[in-house]
């Protein structure tokens, strides 16, 4: 294996998960506290953000917001630049340019085929703070979405999108239920993890488990973060790699995942 050197990656590989039980208990880690770029990860938090304003009466999920694939960059105070998404980071399903899509419907492209047109639409629309309250509100110490996905200025300024594998697990562990939003949101929140359309844990997860995930990737960068199980016996998994080729990466998840989810472990309460 060559290492992969790029933005997002020394070249060293790296391996590290965090698995928790529903009552937040770490059930196996490594490196669990290790930070990566979090790329499509860090989108878990732009829909609990949605959420929440939307039960604190500050929109609807079913309010409508005008769709574009051209972005204001994030840079120099005075500085008008706008972006589009180079051609491998756009979703061709992407509503055309001042067609209107729901709130609900721009979560669910962003989460189930990680659309960063819709993540960018809605990241202007919520803002900053929200998000970073969302993350707040789960414990998630070392997770921060400070830009747009695939801004150049505000990724030539320093800013970035980051998370660990035991905040992405805590994150998922507070979408899914565990009294952070309404038992109603929390529900669909968990039907759009399920409708995921490029699984890695999922893909080892037993036939006829519930399972729903959301995964990331950029050169040099792999992840992915799931619950498995029904309510009552659920685990969350996350995964992250760095420095592998993206098989290489999606293989080494598929292991550690598969590794995981059919050991007895008992958790951890010391």
């Not at 039980?21 to 732009?46: C, H, I, P």
Request: aromatic content about 4%; hydrophobic content about 40%; glycine content about 8%.
């Amino acid at each position: 294996m060559s290492p992969v050197v790029t933005r997002a990656s020394d070249g060293v590989p790296v391996v590290a998960y965090a698995m928790l039980d529903e009552q937040g208990r770490m059930l196996a880690s490594r490196n669990a506290r290790t930070v990566f770029y979090a790329a499509s990860t860090v989108k878990l938090g732009v829909m609990l953000a949605a959420v929440i304003a939307a039960e604190r009466g500050e929109l609807s999920l079913d309010d409508t917001l005008e769709c574009h694939r051209e972005f204001e960059c994030l840079g120099a105070e005075g500085v008008t630049e706008t972006f589009r998404l180079d051609p491998e980071d756009s979703d061709p399903e992407f509503p055309a340019d001042g067609e209107r899509a729901t709130i609900r419907d721009l979560v669910a492209m962003m989460i189930t085929r990680s659309s960063n047109e819709a993540t960018n639409v809605l990241f202007d629309r919520l803002g900053r703070a929200p998000i970073a309250e969302a993350f707040r509100l789960c414990c998630a110490q070392d997770t921060r979405m400070e830009r747009r996905i695939g801004d150049p200025c505000a990724m030539r300024s320093g800013l970035t999108n980051e998370s660990t594998p035991a905040d992405l697990a805590a994150i998922t562990r507070r979408i899914v239920g565990s009294g952070l939003t309404t038992r109603t949101n929390a529900d669909w929140m968990r039907g759009v993890l399920e409708a995921q359309e490029h699984p890695r844990i999922g893909s080892v997860v037993p036939s006829g488990t519930p399972w729903g995930s959301k995964s990331g990737d950029v050169p040099g960068v792999e992840h992915d973060v799931a619950f498995v199980g029904p309510a009552g016996s659920r685990c969350f998994l996350a995964i992250c790699t760095r420095g592998y080729e993206p098989q290489q990466g999606r293989e080494v998840i598929r292991a550690v995942a598969q590794a995981l989810l059919t050991a007895d472990i008992e958790p951890n309460t010391r």
